[in-house]
């Protein structure tokens, strides 16, 4: 069947695929490393019924790990690596909920997370406010519109004023904040937050490994008890509250929706308090999946054909069992266990009867599946970034960024021996977008490029533990790598060859330029208009 005619007879499905659609939810949870993004992530799936308690995750810089933390470099350092995908169930919705590496080494693991899913969670440390990290993943929420709610974590310590940081996220982020909460208090003398929708105080019952089932709730702003007991607090919150009431941005669900406008709360994580308060506002408030626009039509999340794109590799998540899974965003109709799909990329079937749904470090096997969810699939090498699996369609589903790396290394073997692992290693870890991996066109030393100088510690890492191959990482002198494309195919052809010795292919094929010297681009840009240097690029 022909693209169009499938196009035209892309029926939307029966009510029960819509309203499987309609109740799911995906978001990523976002922060500057340190604000309390895991903390939050568990509390979250303890609220949701998804883990028993916190308890059994503490802290990943104690003995045990944090759930959604898998592989070793996290567990040393203390930063999530890799994101995790979890699922859980929570007033009628499904929730999707990604996990995303901090660290800006990782940043563009993160990007691509945030193309996967339907709104972000933002985590700020009140303490510290808008941090650098912070800003960067805004950018790129910016970029897509996606909604964001804000979590302003960590106010049972002595933080900074909340319209400072109220002011200072819409004038650094450029996102305009509607507090749906306010603190009275903080630190020592914080008596919870008032729910500016609800007129009401949840009091502030700090305990760490428990669910709350009892609060004390105090209606009104001028409640008499909560102005007996936290005098000079609560008169600080009334001239607070006056201003947010007065001056403030009242909540807009369109704009939200639209991006424009972030729901606000305070809260602190660790003592499950104002975490109730997010899942609501996720349920209630969040996008269902929308429409998506592949290049040939838009493709509807309640069509009765299944699509998914794959945004992230990851190879042995689990050590016991050596493996390899990619993440797929299901974009339109129903997964089911032995569907049968096409894989868009080599126009071949692929089967696929072990699709697995995820409880970070616990999988299940997914019986169905609807657009909005992530699922896993095991194979071996034949899934790459932003391959496309649809029931027959020729999709092109693009919009997984690719960024154009800045810190080169030539890998150095300790045992000359192990040069064919390193390469089976290296391609591996390159179609996982772990780390760019560029191979010359002349048959020179291959070259591997990072976004961050950490991700070269996980591949030395990782070529140790689970390839067998010890190698160091030696810097090459270059100074951008920007991948090439020209108006015509005969005009890269003779781009190729007058430039063959500064080419090299990456790991999905697609041509790229080393520039040693900022000069040598510029002169190369200039003596060749019609073809063009990029420094993102969209798996294809
Ligand atoms: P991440 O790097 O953003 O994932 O941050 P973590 O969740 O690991 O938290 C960083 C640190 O902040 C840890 O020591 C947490 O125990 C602590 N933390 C998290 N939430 C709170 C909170 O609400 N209050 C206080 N005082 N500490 C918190």
């Given at each position: ?20 659609v309609q109740r799911r939810r995906s978001f990523a949870i976002i922060s500057h490393p340190d604000a309390g993004k895991t903390t939050l992530t568990e509390k979250l799936l303890m609220f949701g019924g998804a ?174 008890a909560l102005k007996a007991e936290f005098p000079i607090e609560h008169e600080a919150f009334l001239d607070e509250i006056e201003l947010v009431n007065g001056a403030g941005t009242p909540f807009d669900v369109d704009r939200f929706l639209a991006g424009e406008l972030s729901p606000v709360f305070f809260g602190s994580a660790i003592n499950n308090y104002g975490v109730q308060d997010i899942l ?261």
């Open positions: 069947m022909s693209t169009k005619s499938v196009a035209a007879s892309a029926v939307h499905n029966s009510t029960d695929t819509r309203s499987e883990i028993q308690s916190a308890g059994t995750v503490k802290g990943r810089k104690s003995s045990k790990h944090a759930t959604s933390d898998w592989m070793e470099v996290e567990k040393q350092r203390g930063i999530s690596v890799t994101s995790a995908a979890m699922q859980f169930e929570h007033d009628g919705c499904v929730i999707n909920l990604l996990d995303t590496p901090g660290h800006q080494d990782f940043s563009e693991d993160t990007y691509r997370v945030l193309t996967a899913v339907d709104a972000a969670l933002m985590v700020i440390d009140a303490a510290k406010g808008v941090e650098s990290q912070t800003i960067k993943l805004l950018e790129v929420c910016r970029a897509r519109n996606t909604p964001v709610i804000t979590f302003i974590n960590k106010m049972d310590r002595e933080v900074r004023p909340p319209l400072e940081l109220i002011d200072e996220i819409e004038d650094v982020l450029g996102v305009e904040c509607s507090p749906v909460t306010w603190p009275l208090g903080m630190g020592k003398g914080f008596a919870g937050v008032y729910n500016v929708h609800d007129d009401q105080l949840v009091r502030f019952d700090p305990g760490q490994d428990h669910v709350h089932t009892e609060t004390e709730i105090y209606k009104g702003v001028h409640n008499q609501k506002a996720l349920v209630e408030w969040a996008p269902a999946p929308r429409p998506r626009a592949a290049e040939t039509r838009t493709v509807y999340p309640d069509e009765t054909r299944f699509s998914g794109i794959v945004f992230k590799i990851q190879a042995n998540m689990d050590p016991q069992h050596r493996d390899r899974i990619a993440f797929v965003r299901i974009c339109s109709g129903q997964y089911f266990d032995g569907i049968s799909m096409k894989h868009v990329q080599s126009g071949k079937k692929f089967r696929c009867s072990q699709a697995i749904t995820f409880m970070a470090r616990d999988r299940s096997r997914l019986q169905t599946g609807f657009a909005g969810d992530i699922i896993g699939i095991q194979n071996h090498g034949r899934l790459k970034i932003g391959d496309v699996l649809t029931e027959g369609e020729n999709l092109e589903l693009g919009g997984i960024p690719y960024f154009s790396p800045e810190l080169f290394r030539i890998p150095r073997l300790k045992d000359p021996l192990k040069a064919k692992q390193l390469k089976r290693a290296l391609k591996e870890l390159g179609e996982e977008g772990t780390i760019q991996v560029f191979e010359r066109l002349d048959g020179g030393e291959v070259m591997l490029g990072a976004v961050g100088i950490l991700q070269f510690e996980t591949v030395a890492q990782r070529l140790e533990s689970e390839f067998g191959v010890n190698a160091t990482f030696e810097p090459v002198n270059i100074h951008k790598a920007l991948w090439v494309t020209a108006e015509t195919e005969q005009m890269l052809k003779e781009f190729e060859r007058a430039n063959h010795r500064r080419l090299a292919r990456d790991a999905s094929g697609s041509l790229t330029f080393l520039a040693p010297t900022r000069q040598v681009l510029e002169l190369a840009q200039e003596k060749w208009p019609s073809v063009t240097f990029h420094t993102t690029r969209e798996y294809r």
